[in-house]
């Protein structure tokens, strides 16, 4: 109210907050009310920056983020695309922001059981962080993350394969948030 009231509902740093407030509304599952928050974002952006810039980029994925947790599978694909466009075009083909949409396109075909394509996408994204020398990256661990889940999917009895990309995820978060940190849980739950 503070930003909206002193700068103004067109101003950046007003989108920014709208975009705070949809993230904390998704992480607790309140995907209606992030939705809002983030197409309130969108809008300020697209009119301050334009269509092609990164920060429209990023809200056009959480708001696939948002239909995808929705089950709003092909919504969610057009704005992981959008945002893949984008951050293709203004950053390039291997930056660490098209390794990450790759893996929610991934989610996203796993779960319409595409999951040959699933794994390209996921392929390509650590081809990407390791790339960037991000070998030791929380998003590659998430990333890692997806192609366990996508393997134990795809080939429920050969969980060796899925174990082999938990263990790598969970070495790289201990190593990067310590021993005890919460999201050392989500992994150790799937191992």
Avoid: W
Avoid at 139 to 158: P, S, V
Avoid at 167 to 182: E, M, N, S, T
């Amino acid at each position: 109210e503070i930003k909206l009231k002193t700068l103004g509902p067109d101003h950046t740093s007003t989108a920014e907050t709208y975009h705070s407030i949809g993230n904390v509304l998704c992480s607790q599952g309140k995907y209606k009310e992030a939705m809002q928050h983030y197409q309130t974002a969108l809008k300020i952006k697209l009119k301050a920056y334009g269509p092609s810039h990164t920060n429209a980029a990023l809200t056009y994925q959480k708001i696939g983020e948002v239909l995808q947790h929705q089950g709003i599978h092909e919504e969610a694909s057009d704005r992981f695309q959008q945002a893949l466009a984008i951050y293709r075009r203004e950053v390039g083909e291997n930056h660490p922001r098209v390794a990450m949409i790759y893996n929610f396109i991934a989610k996203d075909l796993a779960q319409r059981g595409e999951h040959d394509e699933a794994a390209e996408r996921l392929d390509k994204a650590i081809e990407i962080q390791l790339m960037n020398s991000r070998e030791n990256h929380p998003d590659l661990a998430t990333i890692y993350i997806t192609m366990g889940d996508l393997l134990l999917k795809k080939n429920q009895f050969k969980l060796d394969d899925a174990a082999e990309f938990y263990d790598k995820a969970l070495a790289i978060r201990r190593k990067v948030f310590g021993q005890g940190h919460p999201l050392l849980d989500e992994v150790l739950r799937k191992t």
